[in-house]
Each structure stands twice: as structure tokens, then as C-alpha cells.
């Protein structure tokens, strides 16, 4: 048992993971943390959040009987891709580097079965459950105690070689692993604030602290219903998440990442036009997200993020022409948002006329 971590940790790297670690600690502090949270209405509409608390920070609550928790990191960073490219192009739809691929949810949970499977092999059969953004677990401060990392200032785990570009799962066992014997990983944040004067919405409202009523990811994928008007002209082209956070993160630039194909852009959608996504009808979106985390928006919201992203852009008659094809959209959100659209143009950019 004393030399299993050190092999979990060995059979997760040649499954595609960069590293995998132990956590057996309580995690109190968190607890409170979430509560606090809570308690500021900073989970804005998440009402899931608030519900099963202790299922959240208590693995043992989640699955009785567990003991350890197995946390791991697989990156999903494609090499080559230039997001700051597209964020600066209005007419691009940016959609976060995290949902360009396969779905991260099949692909996690389908390594961290294997993972499992590996392990019965070396001890036996024993209870398990893997889990990855699938179930009310605190991921990040069990990465943290795993120690996968810190956690920096924008709320994501981080690691000086790591970066913060990948995702977490974890394996809840019945299995006595030992503690971690090295110490937590050092938060090298120091005076750095880049990412929270990069938001663009403002939503790391102090250090260790987002508020998602500000967050673009929480607006563009969680939110149902209309986005507050203020928020709508920061958010720019930035159609499903957010990456400013971890685009400017220094820790990003020294990042050694090797990241498997899985995650690769598909369809051409790390720079895809707004005119041409919104062109879409609800059969073709069906078909191009097929397999991918972006099928969690709805295409619903899909179209209306990208109105609010088509009412930012610099005006050409085709995004108006976009835009009106979709005035009469039957869903009241949908036509909302373009309605907002087109007010936008007109105002920023002259009269519709002007061009007509
Ligand atoms: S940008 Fe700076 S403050 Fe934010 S997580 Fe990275 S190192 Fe920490």
C-alpha cells in the first residue's frame, strides 16, 4: 500500500494523464469557503450549488464508504492554436479552448475507469466510483491536497509545470491509501493580479473570489434566460466560456503540455465566423457538437450568445442581415437578444441605412 500512490500515479501517466495524486484530508477549509460564497448569492442562479453542501466537501457523504480520493489531471491545451488571435478578430466566434474536442466528461471518466481497472489488477477487487464534473465534489481543493497543484487567484488549480490548462477527475476508493508525504504545492501567485485585471467582466471580484453573476462562462453556459444588458458588451465574441483568465496567467507561458488528440478542434470551430455559426440550423448544430461539451448549452442559448456576440463585432451588412434573419425568432430570448443586437449596431455604427 505505501508504494501505490507512486504507481497510480506512474499507470495515470500512460494513460494520457500528467500526473495523478492522493488526498485523505477533511477539507474544513473549503467548507466554509463555499458557504461564505453561497451566502454572497455568488453562484447567481446555480441553485445546485447550494444543494448537498456536506455531499460536496464530505467524500464520505458522496460515496459511503470511501476512504481516499484519487484526483488527476489530463491537459487539453491544443499546441499551436492562437486564442488571443480570434478574441481580437470580432468576426470570430470564440468559443473556450476546453470545449473544442471531444467531450471532456467521456474522456475523462472513461481514462479514470481504466485507471480503476489497473489498480483492482495490482490489489483486488475493492469499492469505487469515478467521478469527473459529474457529481457535487469539490475538485479543485481535492487536486490541491492530491497536490496537483495550488490554487491561484482566479479560483482554477494550477502548477508551475502544468499550467492550468487541464481537467480533473477523481476515483472515490474504499482503498487506506497513505497521506501524500511532501508538503502542498506552493502558491507562486505572489503580487501577480493579472487575471483579475483581465476579466473582462470584472468577476474575480478580490483574490480567490468569482462571482458568477459577472462570469462570461457562467452567462454563456449556465445561465438560462436573458443576460443582464450591462454585461453584454464586455463579454465580446466570447460565444461559450471565457479564457482570459488563463490566456494572460503567467504560469501558462512555461507550461509543458503534451495533449492527446482527443481534444482537438473539431469543425473548425477555434475560429469559426459568427455569421456562418448563427446560420445554423438546430439539425446541423446537432450534428457538428455531436460528441462535445458545447451540446451542454442548448441551441438555444447557442443563438443567443451569438446575437450578443454579433451585436459587438464591427458592423458589415452581413452581420445585419444575420441578425434580422433571426428577428422574428420564435423564442422570446432569441429575438431579446437580436432585437439587443441590432440597437447595438445601429448605435455604435450609424444608422442602419448608412450601409443600405
Ligand atoms: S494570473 Fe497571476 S494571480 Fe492569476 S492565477 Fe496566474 S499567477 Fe496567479
Known amino acids: 500500500m505505501a508504494t501505490l500512490p507512486a504507481r497510480i500515479d506512474q499507470w495515470a501517466r500512460e494513460l494520457g494523464f500528467s500526473a495523478a495524486g492522493v488526498s485523505t484530508q477533511a477539507i474544513d477549509q473549503d467548507h466554509a469557503h463555499l458557504r461564505e460564497w453561497l451566502a454572497q448569492g455568488r453562484h447567481a442562479n446555480m441553485a445546485f450549488m447550494a444543494r448537498d453542501v456536506d455531499m ?22 491544443p499546441q499551436g492554436m492562437n486564442a488571443f488571435e480570434v478574441l481580437d478578430d470580432g468576426h470570430r466566434a470564440y468559443i473556450s479552448r476546453y470545449a473544442l474536442g471531444r467531450d471532456y466528461h467521456r474522456v475523462v471518466r472513461a481514462r479514470l475507469l481504466k485507471l480503476g ?6 490489489v483486488g477487487t475493492h469499492g469505487y466510483r469515478v467521478l469527473c464534473d459529474s457529481a457535487p465534489a469539490m475538485e479543485k481543493p481535492l ?7 495550488w490554487i491561484g487567484k482566479h479560483t482554477l488549480v494550477l502548477h508551475r509545470d502544468a499550467g492550468s490548462w487541464f481537467f480533473l477527475g477523481e476515483i472515490y476508493t474504499d482503498l487506506p491509501l497513505p497521506k501524500p508525504t511532501e508538503p502542498p504545492v506552493k502558491n507562486l501567485c505572489g503580487s501577480c493580479i493579472k487575471c483579475i485585471t483581465a476579466c473582462p467582466t470584472g468577476a474575480i471580484v478580490a483574490p480567490y473570489q468569482v462571482d458568477a453573476r459577472r462570469c462570461i462562462s457562467y452567462l454563456t453556459i449556465e445561465h438560462h434566460g436573458s443576460i443582464p444588458t450591462e454585461l453584454r458588451p464586455l463579454m465580446g465574441n466570447r460565444i461559450f466560456g471565457c479564457d482570459d483568465c488563463q490566456l494572460v496567467c503567467p504560469w501558462n507561458r512555461y507550461a509543458q503540455i503534451d495533449v492527446d488528440a482527443d481534444f482537438a478542434p473539431r469543425n473548425g470551430l477555434d475560429a469559426a465566423k459568427l455569421v456562418d455559426l448563427f446560420a445554423w440550423t438546430e439539425d446541423h448544430w446537432l450534428r457538428k457538437t455531436e460528441g462535445m ?9 447557442w443563438l443567443r450568445n451569438i446575437a450578443v456576440a454579433l451585436g459587438n463585432a464591427p458592423r458589415t451588412e452581413a452581420i445585419i442581415a444575420a441578425l434580422e434573419s433571426r428577428a422574428d425568432h420564435p423564442d422570446e430570448h ?10 447595438r449596431q445601429r448605435r455604435t455604427n450609424g444608422r442602419l441605412n448608412d450601409l443600405d
Not at 487536486?143 to 497543484?149: D, F, I, M, P
Open 56 to 77: 460536496r466537501t464530505t467524500p464520505q457523504v458522496l460515496r459511503p464508504g470511501t476512504i481516499s480520493v484519487i484526483s488527476a489531471r489530463l491537459p487539453y491545451h
Open 117 to 122: 481497472k489497473r489498480i483492482e489488477q495490482a
Open 143 to 149: 487536486a490541491r491536497e492530491a497536490r496537483l497543484g
Open 293 to 301: 461539451a458545447l451540446r451542454r448549452v442548448g441551441y438555444l442559448r
Open 334 to 343: 432569441v429575438r431579446e437578444h437580436v432585437a439587443w443586437a441590432l440597437e
